[in-house]
């Protein structure tokens, strides 16, 4: 899940050998297959196969696949990289096993994804400050961050500061923060996130490039972020400075231009706590009362007295990472047109900047996790006696921790007839630390989906639970929005906070995961807690959600007038 580009959506391992026990996994599951007879092609998600699959999905195959996948010579499978391309001729070579059919390109499991790198060269970028007659040089790391600029190598700008409270404008929830504001030729200063709206739709608000293409249609120049106590807490500038190590990557188009790319604005960057109290100086307002409005959920824009000069020298390269395709075909002569699509990402954030001595950040729970569970996924309907009435596809995809990248490029690009697609169901940084008692299905509120995670969850004897941390807007941080974004229902699945032991504190033990291990080289398969059998949990409902969607009649539809369906009914069929 992507931290060191919160903002670009929000505004914008193991060390020990690996461990080949697949054969024996294998041949368990097998025999539980064998043993429980046969069905029709009509409805094994009604006998004793879905079972039977359900059995093959085993903890001791999830936690092999992610020793290898979270091991240090994958190097932390950072996208256009030799480690990840190791992860990905893994991931192919399984599915190849299984008899699945390549689907990616050229008869090939790998779609090709064009990307381009932009890191900003620090020494000859700039942040100038003129208030009240004086000038001030900010200091690059310690008052500011810049990202670079995927559209031009050099870019400058001079303009006044306007505060825009989140940048949103939402007409169907009755808020604009631009409402008589003026930002023509100004840049725009927001904070993070969005007011109170329904969890879904305000992370769909938070969104980067929503953000990015709001300020560019009301005219800005540029976009500042002014960090606050709570952004402060989610992902500290400490961090963010910390993630300029890695370059920041678009796809790109046939034509050459970088994704979602707004050229109007000339400069994107982050402010530190410290920094935005200094440029607030005689603007009447205060660091504090930004705060307040951010608790209050209630923001009021307002001029800053000063104007900046901003100046951003980028470092760009074209570079190629591949998304690992794979399909089952399904068995009904109408139906198998149709997919059901998987997906987790396959990528981390190979190596930067060291913590605690390891430099190496192996992402074994983000995202070898999700990876290694569609492999099972994938595993187990290859394993049915009678395939599915709809065809499957599981996608391992490139570039999620720089913006969802492999996922977008493929939904905008698809190897399939897009309108072929009916849902996507993404797994992805399964917090397998604890026993699992519920799950989370990010946006199935928002379509048919709900009842078929419902569905699923019951019949394994699990509760569905909320989302725990509306305020993280976790469902456009992963890979499923870049399916909502064409119009397919689509859903994040994580484990949920409940417990039944007193002792267990799901919600705790993730704010100290998050702390402690998150995007940091100690995610590895030497982190304390790690709970295999949770995981296999987790994975048997996605098979059995995919499984009911694959069999049922009915394609998923959005709910009547939801907010998505109306959003993006203009989405390429």
């Known amino acids: ?51 039977a699959a359900v059995s093959v999905i085993r903890p001791e195959a999830i936690r092999a696949d992610m020793r290898f996948l979270a091991d240090d010579l994958l190097e932390g499978r950072r996208a256009g990289t030799r480690g990840h391309q190791l992860a990905a001729q893994f991931v192919a070579a399984q599915f190849e096993s299984m008899g699945l059919a390549p689907a990616g390109g050229s008869g090939t499991f790998f779609q090709d994804v064009p990307l381009q790198s932009a890191q900003v060269d620090e020494s000859g970028s700039s942040f100038k400050w003129a ?5 001030t040089t900010l200091k690059f790391r310690e008052d500011y961050i810049l990202y670079g600029d995927p559209g031009r190598d050099d870019s400058s700008v001079s303009a006044p500061i306007v505060f825009v409270g989140y940048g949103i404008t ?9 409402q008589g504001v003026d930002v023509k030729g100004k840049i725009a200063a927001m904070v993070f996130g969005a007011p109170g709206f329904p969890s879904a739709v305000k992370a769909h608000y938070s969104a980067s490039w929503l953000k990015r293409r709001n300020a560019a249609e009301h005219g800005a120049v540029g976009i500042l972020v002014f960090y606050d106590s709570r952004l402060q807490g989610l992902y500290p500038f400490e961090k963010q400075v910390r993630d300029l190590a890695i370059p920041r990557l678009n796809w790109l188009s046939a034509t050459g231009a970088p994704d979602h790319y707004y050229p109007e604005l000339r400069t994107y960057g982050a402010v530190s706590m410290a920094a935005v109290k200094r440029l607030l100086s005689g603007s009447g307002h205060t660091a ?67 913590v605690k ?23 187990a309907f290859s394993r049915l006696p009678a395939r599915p009435r ?25 190897t399939v007839p897009r309108s072929s697609i009916v849902a996507d169901i993404n797994i992805d940084e399964d917090l397998m630390l604890w026993p699992l008692r519920d799950v989370v299905a990010l946006g199935a509120e928002h379509s048919s989906l709900d009842a078929v995670v419902k569905r699923a969850a019951a019949r394994l004897k699990l509760a569905v639970g909320p989302d725990p941390a509306p305020e993280q807007v976790n469902f456009i941080r992963s890979d499923q929005y870049s399916f909502v974004r064409q119009g397919i229902p689509s859903i994040d699945l994580e484990a949920g906070f409940g417990s039944d032991d007193p002792h267990i504190k799901p919600a705790e033990i993730s704010d100290g995961w998050d702390n402690n291990f998150y995007h940091s080289p100690q995610d590895d398969m030497q982190q304390p807690g790690l709970d295999f059998e949770a995981a296999a949990a987790l994975t048997r409902v996605a098979f059995l959600c995919g499984l009911y969607i694959a069999q049922q009649d009915e394609r998923p539809r959005w709910n009547p007038g939801d907010f998505f369906a109306a959003t993006f009914a203009s989405a390429p069929p």
């Open 1 to 51: 899940m992507p931290a060191n580009v919160m903002f670009r959506l929000l505004l914008q391992g193991g060390r020990r050998s690996f461990v080949w026990s697949r054969v024996a996994v294998c041949a368990a599951g097998l025999l539980c297959v064998l043993s429980s007879g046969r069905a029709t092609s009509e409805a094994p998600a009604d006998t004793g196969d879905s079972d």
């Open 131 to 135: 208030n009240s007659g004086a000038s």
């Open 170 to 178: 939402a007409p169907d929830q009755r808020y604009d923060d631009y």
């Open 288 to 354: 504090a009362q930004i705060g307040a409005g951010v608790k209050a959920g209630k923001l009021s824009p307002f001029p800053l007295n000063g104007v900046a000069e901003i100046h951003t020298v980028t470092r760009r390269a074209p570079l190629h990472s591949p998304n690992v395709v794979a399909k089952l075909e399904g068995s009904d002569p109408q139906l198998r047109a149709e997919h059901v699509v998987y997906t987790a990402h396959l990528d981390h954030l190979g190596i930067s900047t060291p």
């Open 357 to 379: 001595g390891d430099s190496i950040y192996n992402g074994a729970l983000d995202n070898a996790s999700g990876s290694a569970e569609i492999l099972e996924i994938a595993r």
């Open 390 to 414: 709809r065809s499957m596809l599981f996608i391992a995809v490139t570039g999620e921790e720089e913006g969802l990248l492999g996922s977008d490029y493929f939904a905008s690009n698809p």
